[in-house]
């Protein structure tokens, strides 16, 4: 299954920082404080692979000793859109590493008995068809959420080549799902884990990302 789900589009990052600290928020005895905080370092480290492919160009500039020719970002601006409420906690690393980009929020729950997303806030920045969108959440389950969050975008003028989708823990259907729905968007997990239990959590997963980043369980 893993190997099938592999593809240039989906890519799971087995670095053994992101590796180590994913065990660490894995544990049910691990609280809200520490969970917080190692959800920020992780999404740091993701950013930097995330951001991999952003454009160069040459600029001029002069060090103390002499003129030079020296890459600079260009292209597109980013735009990072957390899935409220778990991918709130993503923002902050990722900002750490592109402090000039602007956030959007897609507010968007599992309904509890159907399992289907809900939308029931949204507020972008104005740009959002000329930049670059990191759609963050640390959960791809069933691929709902993340699906409607992309057409939301895309309804809205995105443009599907420039999303990427960045999560903690994917489950293979939720990979699956997203693939299928919409096939020109990269998926970047940290872990791809074994399944989904009967009411659609991963396993082994993390349990609920959102109370957990928040304490309201
Ligand atoms: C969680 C998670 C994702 C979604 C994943 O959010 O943060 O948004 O579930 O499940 P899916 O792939 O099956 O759609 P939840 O609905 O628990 O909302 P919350 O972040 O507000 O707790
Ligand atoms: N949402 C979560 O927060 N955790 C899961 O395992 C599945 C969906």
Redesign the pocket.
């Known amino acids: 299954m893993a190997e099938e789900l592999l593809s240039a589009n989906f890519h799971v990052m087995d670095h053994p920082l992101i590796q180590h600290k994913l065990t660490i928020i894995r544990d049910k005895n691990c609280g809200t404080k520490v969970f917080r905080e190692v959800v920020n370092e992780i999404s740091m480290l993701m950013a930097y692979e995330v951001s991999r492919d952003l454009p160069l160009e040459d600029i001029e500039i002069e060090t103390p000793l002499v003129k030079t020719t020296q890459k600079t970002l260009t292209g597109k601006k980013v735009a990072i859109i957390p899935i409220l409420r778990?991918g709130l906690g993503m923002v902050d690393g990722i900002l750490e590493l592109i402090p000039a980009a602007k956030v959007g929020h897609i507010g968007m729950y599992?309904d509890h008995d159907t399992l289907e997303p809900v939308e029931y806030f949204i507020k972008l920045p104005s740009d959002i068809a000329e930049r670059q969108l990191f759609v963050v959440d640390?959960?791809l389950?069933t691929g709902g959420s993340a699906i409607a969050t992309i057409d939301a975008l895309v309804r809205r003028g995105a443009a599907p080549e420039s999303i990427k989708f960045c999560c903690l823990?994917a489950a293979p259907a939720g990979v699956k799902a997203l693939q299928a729905a919409h096939p020109g968007i990269k998926i970047y997990a940290a872990a791809l884990d074994e399944k989904l239990n009967e009411a659609?959590?991963?396993l082994p997963?993390?349990?609920?990302?959102?109370d957990r980043l928040f304490g309201t369980k």
Do not use: F, T
Not at 205 to 210: I, K, S, Y
């Open positions: 778990a599992r640390p959960m389950a823990v659609s959590y991963i997963g993390l349990g609920d990302a959102g």
